[in-house]
């Protein structure tokens, strides 16, 4: 089975802090995806790669960046995080061109204070 | 309007009973349709993979597909109280990118 592992269950950070979000999966898939889901809002897509060095601007980029320097790691960055970046953020993944469903993480719930 | 339309719930129903989930959706490209179940504070999982219009079965789960109307369903037999999660729907057009767009998910609550 693939497995999606995001490094931190649980994260608790103070505003303005600079915050690391790791995802690593271990089936040499292309595709990687960050959400965040919020209650009411569903999951929306932060960022998304499709190679090593390629990234997109999902559709709420502003404060995130993010890194891909190895096919198996996508991290997700806060740049300096604030209190409406408090939500739950999920990675997925899924092989490059194809219409299989994505594999996601077990999620990361943030908590900026 | 959202390109994909899902009743947040809550649905409530008691041990055993047929439930029904469903989507609606505006982009007639769509051609992949997916169900995903998530559990409190875990990620989702993928439940139910179809591609075009008819149904689709996997023992207790049931998805259809009526590309006609832009709506698909997800039927739950005999449910159990471990079914209680959220239920999201997702689905994808044949372009470059498949990129997934997900309903925001309706919660189900089976009652022992």
């Known amino acids: 089975d693939v497995k999606v592992t995001q490094s931190s269950r649980y994260l608790v950070k103070r505003t303005g802090e600079k915050v690391f979000l790791e995802c690593v999966q271990d089936m040499d898939h292309e595709n990687m995806f960050w959400y965040r889901q919020d209650p009411g809002l569903g999951l929306r897509l932060i960022y998304f790669?499709?190679?090593?060095?390629?990234?997109e601007k999902g559709d709420i980029p502003e404060g995130y960046s993010v890194s891909r320097e190895k096919k198996e790691r996508f991290s997700l960055i806060l740049e300096s995080a604030s209190t409406n970046q408090t939500s739950m953020y999920l990675c997925a993944s899924r092989p490059g061109s194809s219409s299989y469903g994505y594999t996601f993480g077990s999620g990361t719930r943030l908590t900026v204070v | 309007q959202k390109e994909v339309e899902q009743d947040p719930g809550p649905l409530s129903v008691p041990e055993g009973a047929i439930v029904s989930l469903n989507c609606t959706y505006s982009n007639s490209a769509f051609q992949y349709f997916m169900w995903y179940r998530q559990y409190s504070r875990k990620g989702p999982e993928l439940l139910m993979y179809t591609y075009s219009s008819g149904n689709k079965e996997d023992g207790r789960f049931t998805a259809q597909v009526d590309k006609s109307s832009k709506y698909i369903s997800l039927f739950i037999r005999d449910s159990q109280p471990s079914d209680s999660a959220t239920y999201l729907c997702a689905m994808s057009g044949k372009d470059s990118s498949y990129k997934l767009i997900f309903g925001s998910g309706t919660r189900l609550l089976v009652r022992p």
């Open positions: 790669s499709y190679d090593v060095k390629m990234k």
